[in-house]
Structures are given as C-alpha cells and as structure tokens.
C-alpha cells in the first residue's frame, strides 16, 4: 500500500486544481470552491492523521522521518537514502524492470551475506543506509496521469529526500526514463549542473523512440537538453547506432566503448569527476554488465564490463557522489534463484558506500 503518497498527491493537485485561473473562470457559483476546499482538507486531514505513512509509502513524512533519526544519531556528511520508483511502461521491450525494487531490496537483506561493504561500511547503521520506500508509481498511473505530470512527481519526490540533509537519494529504477526525472531534480535542487559517470550497454540518447520522448532509450538526451550536466560519461557501450553517436556528438558527450575498454581500463578504473560543478551522480544500467554475471536484464548484450570492472571503476573513482540510480534489472529475466537480483543489490551495497559519508 502506498497510500499516504497517493493521498498527498492528490491533495496537491486538488490545491493546484483549485487555485488556476481557468478553475475560477469556469466557477459558476461559490459551493463549487467550496466543495474542493473541503476536499481538500479532508484528505489533508486524512494525512496527518497517519504521520508516517504505511512503510514504503515514499512520501514527505517517511524522509522526513528517516532524516531525524539520521541527525538524531548524531548525523553525518552524507546519508545514502533508497527510493524506488517501479516504472517500467517506458521500456521499448518488456516493462519487468517495474517489479525490480522490492527485489533488490530483498537482496539487500539476503541472509545469504552480511551487512558490511566491501570497504567495510555497515549497511545496518541508518548513518549509512536508509529507506524512504517507493513513489507510487502504477497508483498514480491508474488515475490517468499522463508522463509530463508523472515525471514530476518523480523530480518532486527527489527533492524531498534532498530536503532532509544529510539524505542523498539511491533510486531503484524501474526503467531508464527515470534518470531523466531524477537527474532534473538533483541538478535544480543543488542550483547547477552535475557530472554524470554512466554505466551501460547502450547511450540511451536516442532524441526519442518510437514516438515517446520519454522512452528508457531517450533519458540522456532530455538531461543534456535541459542542461543538468556537465560531463556525461558513457562506458560499457557496446551497442550504438549512427544516431547515438550523432547525438554524443551534438551534446558533447565522452562515449567510453567495449571494444577499446582494454585500451581505456586504466583511465576508467581511475577517475576524477564533478571539480567545478555541484557533484556527480552516477547511473548504472544492469546491462553494463555482461550477460554471464547478470542475465536478469531485458536488453541482453554479449561483451560487457566484469563485475569487478565495474567495482573498481566505483570504488577508484575520487568524486562527491550527490545521487545515484540502479535501473533496468528486469526479475521476469532472472535465474529462478534471482543472481541478477544480487549483482544489483551489490552495485547498491557499494554505491551507498560511495556515497555516504
Ligand atoms: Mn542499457
């Protein structure tokens, strides 16, 4: 249930609803406002009725919550915070990739291994790693919201785990449209541009697919667009067509292939980012990854990154990692004992290291 979400959704909207132009023009007697206002209030009412939510409910009490246990355990610089977002309707083959956070998560906590990061971070202090649940994403769907408004309510939900320092978001995709939203949302919180390090089998930078704009093979260029980002780096590319280097070219993107990573390991697996800007972010598709460690993806792509290529690409790279997203596990690929689950559960483990401090 994510309902408490929903409920505060709605009651912006309403508030939104009320308060435009257009709304006041077509009001032809005063119950009508009336009526909403009272609306209104009752589902405001409803909501702080119910402080935190049902766990998992994503919303503005949950980070908030989370942040005043993090500074009420004496804070940190920074708190690595897990949001899921379980869209996967952007996806141009199978849409699994929505059911993908509750299976990290799963992984995450797997008692199959223990709560220490390679480096040695405990997972189980919430200084390290905590949880604000999902945004409500089939929820809102389901009451006919189109993407323009949904990929709002992401940016929106991004913020508020940025609003409660020391909280930086990991987001769980979902699909890779979600970059989009998110990255929009750390780059006009923090007032600037970031650095993005991407990780993936693809340059997801098509100008759209299929007709959607919001396509997973689009996300990198509606960030560009929008100027969220400095540098984008691309490594692990091994699947490109003449428009995806167009594009890298038009938005000056620094495209790292597969078939020169033995040439480029060394600069890879020892990287300096984000000086001059508000910060890095990092993006990892699963499918950066080869198939043999990470079948679990909708979009399998033979001659791809070690998982230990990978791990010394993040664990070397010096940089101030501000967010970061894991996306495009798709469970309905996986092996039946979900190995993919826990090659993405391990990115996050090593990912909430990397940022939190
Ligand atoms: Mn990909």
Known sequence: MHGFFVINWISAELLFTYLSPNRFASVQSNLLPCFWFCIYFFFLLSASIQPCGELGGGGFTMAKLKGELVRALGGAKASTSLLGVPLGHNSSFLQGPAFAPPRIREAIWCGSTNSTTEEGKDLNDPRVLTDVGDVSIQEIRDCGVDDDRLMKVISD???????????????????????????????????GPVDILHLDAHPDIYHSFEGNKYSHASPFARIMEGGYARRLLQVGIRSITSEGREQGKRFGVEQYEMRTFSRDQHFLENLKLGEGVKGVYISVDVDCLDPAFAPGVSHIEPGGLSFRNVLNILHNLQADVVAADVVELNPQRDT?????????AKLVRELTAKISK
Do not use: C, Q, Y
């Open 157 to 191: 939900s991004v913020k508020l785990v940025m609003e409660e320092d020391p909280l930086r978001p990991l987001v769980l995709g979902g699909d890779h449209s979600i970059s989009f939203p998110v990255v929009r949302a750390v780059s006009e919180k923090l007032g």
């Open 336 to 344: 039946v004992d979900g190995m993919t689950a826990m090659v993405a």
